[in-house]
């Protein structure tokens, strides 16, 4: 019989940016590095939060896993909930330098590229499945133009045209210790981000077809 290869889901995270000392994102996903979901087995990847390099290290962390799902995360600090990314547009614009000091201004992710690419994960059942297990979660229509969406637009470039895999981006709030230095700033509890993601890839891997339910906004 011929061999099949073990399903694999990327994770990535970045490291802290922005003055910060701590990323939920990574604290989140190396949570979740070798554990199982449905049939698959997850594999967490750092990306760094750097114009570029962010991509390289994604492409690398693509080609040496192979995964059949990939769900890049990043910080939105002051955002109140779990946020799926719609889609990803090709423009860096950066409101600060990122990591190594670069500070792109209007200038695009990839300048052969097209526009935009929308999230090839179900992320309206996700956010359903995410409501449905008492997480407070939402469809977002912007990723920013920080190394979020760098990084996200950089992986459906890589992962356009393919049926083997897909991707998306999902954004999650400041974890308490944080908000605390952002007097006003909503916050969520690591262990119920790291749930969020086991409900959230729970349901991408079995449902590939979205559902069609209200999910826009109005501003």
């Given at each position: ?5 073990p ?33 698959a ?7 760094p939060c ?36 719609r ?8 409101r ?44 977002s ?36 210790q ?33 559902v ?5 906004a109005v501003?």
């Amino acid at each position: 019989m011929p061999h099949t290869r073990p399903a694999t889901i990327l994770l990535t995270g970045f490291d802290p940016f922005g003055g910060e000392t701590i990323n939920p994102s990574w604290e989140v996903v190396r949570s979740l590095h070798g554990s199982r979901i449905g049939d698959a087995t997850v594999v967490a990847v750092q990306v760094p939060c750097v114009f570029g390099e962010a991509i390289r290290v994604m492409r690398e962390a693509v080609a040496a896993h192979q995964p059949v799902l990939v769900l890049a995360m990043g910080q939105a600090g002051g955002r109140p909930d779990i946020t799926l990314e719609r889609v990803a547009i090709n423009v860096d614009d950066a409101r600060i330098p990122d990591n190594a000091g670069k500070q792109p201004i209007d200038e695009p992710v990839n300048a052969s590229g097209p526009a935009a690419y929308f999230s090839t994960l179900p992320i309206k059942a996700m956010v359903a499945g995410l409501r449905a297990a008492g997480i407070p979660a939402s469809v977002s229509q912007s990723a920013g133009t920080f190394v979020c969406n760098h990084v996200f637009y950089g992986l459906m470039d890589l992962l356009a045209g393919r049926t083997d895999c897909r991707g998306g981006f999902m954004h999650i709030p400041f974890l308490p210790q944080q908000a605390c230095q952002h007097p006003g700033a909503p916050s969520m509890k690591l262990e119920d981000m790291i749930e969020a993601v086991r409900v959230a890839l729970s349901v991408a891997l079995v449902q590939r077809g979205d559902v069609k339910v209200e999910g826009g906004a109005v501003s």
